[in-house]
């Protein structure tokens, strides 16, 4: 489980095929800090350390991963959100992030309003109907607060530190982004769709 509050970046190193699954090598900055078996979000995406030497670890994405996740377009020297899971008496300075990743989104604006940006980003219609102004929701393994949500354009707004702390200040119109919709608002949907609330 995560926070969506972004410790650090990483680099993308290495990449090699096995099946249909994928290997990643990435450099990091945690020092000693890492070990095998830990897991961490990398643009949102949960996944566990399964080597591990000096600057550098790597990751085994399988094929749902790859599926679901822009993880799989990933090229060497792409740029990475990190952040460790959390611990027991960690202040929860975001939201529930699971890195359990629900679905890509496209970036469709970028705007900078002197002092911050706003970001837009295209979802499926379905989707949208799980993004509610002022909630949060995931970006990247970013944890936002929704500005507004016309039919399927999602608009968040961006702090100067997270716009030079994560690879949001990298993107361009039409790159994907991993959204993680809030899992309290997963399950009211899930639950009033089994209970048949809300269906015509």
């Known amino acids: 489980m995560f926070s969506g509050i972004i410790e650090s970046q990483g680099s993308v190193q290495h990449i090699e095929s096995k099946g249909t699954n994928k290997i990643f090598t990435i450099s990091h900055g945690y020092g000693e800090e890492l070990?095998?078996?830990q897991s961490i979000s990398h643009n949102g995406v949960c996944l566990t350390i399964i080597h591990l030497e000096e600057n550098l670890y790597k990751v085994e994405a399988v094929k749902e991963?790859?599926?679901?996740?822009?993880?799989?377009?990933?090229?060497?020297?792409?740029?990475?959100?990190l952040e460790r899971c959390l611990l027991p008496h960690t202040r929860l300075d975001?939201?529930?992030?699971?890195?359990?990743?629900?679905?890509?989104?496209?970036?469709?604006?970028?705007?900078?309003?002197?002092?911050?940006?706003?970001?837009?980003?295209?979802?499926?219609?379905?989707?949208?109907?799980?993004?509610?102004?002022?909630?949060?929701?995931?970006?990247?393994?970013?944890?936002?607060t929704v500005v507004s949500i016309i039919d399927n354009i999602l608009k968040v707004a961006?702090?100067?530190?997270?716009?030079?702390?994560?690879?949001?200040?990298?993107?361009?119109?039409?790159?994907?982004?991993?959204?993680?919709?809030?899992v309290v608002g997963k399950y009211v949907i899930n639950y009033l769709e089994k209970m048949g609330i809300g269906k015509n």
């Not at 991963?65 to 959100?81: E, F, Q, Y």
């Not at 690879?167 to 039409?174: A, F, I, S």
């Open 158 to 182: 961006i702090i100067p530190y997270t716009y030079e702390h994560t690879n949001l200040r990298l993107l361009k119109l039409g790159d994907s982004v991993n959204i993680e919709y809030d």
């Open 65 to 81: 991963t790859l599926d679901k996740s822009n993880i799989g377009n990933l090229s060497v020297n792409d740029t990475l959100n």
């Open 94 to 144: 975001g939201h529930i992030v699971q890195g359990h990743v629900d679905d890509i989104a496209h970036t469709h604006q970028i705007s900078d309003v002197n002092g911050s940006w706003e970001m837009e980003f295209k979802m499926s219609v379905e989707a949208a109907l799980l993004v509610i102004p002022k909630g949060s929701i995931s970006v990247n393994g970013i944890s936002l």
């Open 35 to 37: 070990y095998i078996d």
